[in-house]
């Protein structure tokens, strides 16, 4: 039992990494209601296995701050749907009919994709749209997220009419180092399946951060004069 507290503790550690960036221990402890000497002795351990690792930062005149984050080890312990079969058919494939040719038919493979989103999502509002593409970048592995942005005061003044769409893990992260334009894919196609809106990249996985992030934000209707 105490085996078993002790391991989905560590992962709950590793899931506040993964959706942070980065904490520190006392962040860890407050968050997941533990002990600060508790949660320490996770993160030697977790230390330990290569999964995270530490940078000090001088913090006024007190003791340097440890900034725990993910090493590329701890993100493999995420889901990865896709995994290493995938890139090595990609590969083969590419000695057989070009590099060109597979860039191709993965942006065919992802408007497919969004044709299928479009289908699943249905016709509701902005925001019941959002919600339902959440749930289905999760089921394939993502840890996705979103949050309304009230932008009274800008261009985009209704409440309702802009989102931020973030995805703490990449699903297809082994492909996307070798096949970066799989990004632009799969921007393309949120894009494609909220046609009513501006779909931006704001932050980027293969780009070093510890996210992947979409501004998505509804077109203004044209107001013609006569």
């Known amino acids: 039992m105490m085996q078993t507290q002790q391991t989905s503790t560590k992962q709950d550690i590793l899931q506040f990494l993964l959706k942070g960036g980065q904490g520190t221990a006392l962040q860890l402890a407050e968050s997941l209601d533990i002990s600060a000497q508790a949660i320490r002795r996770h993160l030697k351990d977790l230390e330990a296995e290569g999964v995270i690792q530490y940078r000090s930062v001088q913090a006024g005149m007190g003791r340097p701050q440890h900034i725990y984050e993910l090493t590329s080890l701890g993100r493999d312990r995420f889901p990865n749907r896709y995994g290493d079969f995938a890139l090595s058919f990609l590969d083969t494939l590419a000695e057989t009919v070009g590099r060109e040719q597979v860039i191709s038919i993965l942006r065919k493979q992802w408007q497919r994709k969004a044709m299928e989103y479009r289908r699943l999502m249905g016709a ?35 409440k309702g009419d802009r989102f931020v769409f973030t995805e703490h893990n990449c699903a297809i992260s082994n492909v996307a180092e070798t096949f970066p334009s799989v990004c632009g894919n799969e921007l393309e196609m949120f894009a494609a399946v909220l046609p009513d809106c501006i779909v931006e990249r704001t932050h980027w996985i293969i780009d070093g951060e510890h996210r992947c992030g979409y501004s998505i934000a509804r077109k203004k209707s044209l107001v013609i004069s006569h």
Not at 134 to 158: C, H, I, K, Q, T
């Open 124 to 158: 509701g509002s902005l925001q019941e749209r959002v919600a339902r593409l959440m749930e289905l970048r999760r089921d394939e592995g993502y840890m996705a997220e979103w949050y309304p942005v009230d932008d009274r005061d800008s261009d985009f003044n209704a």
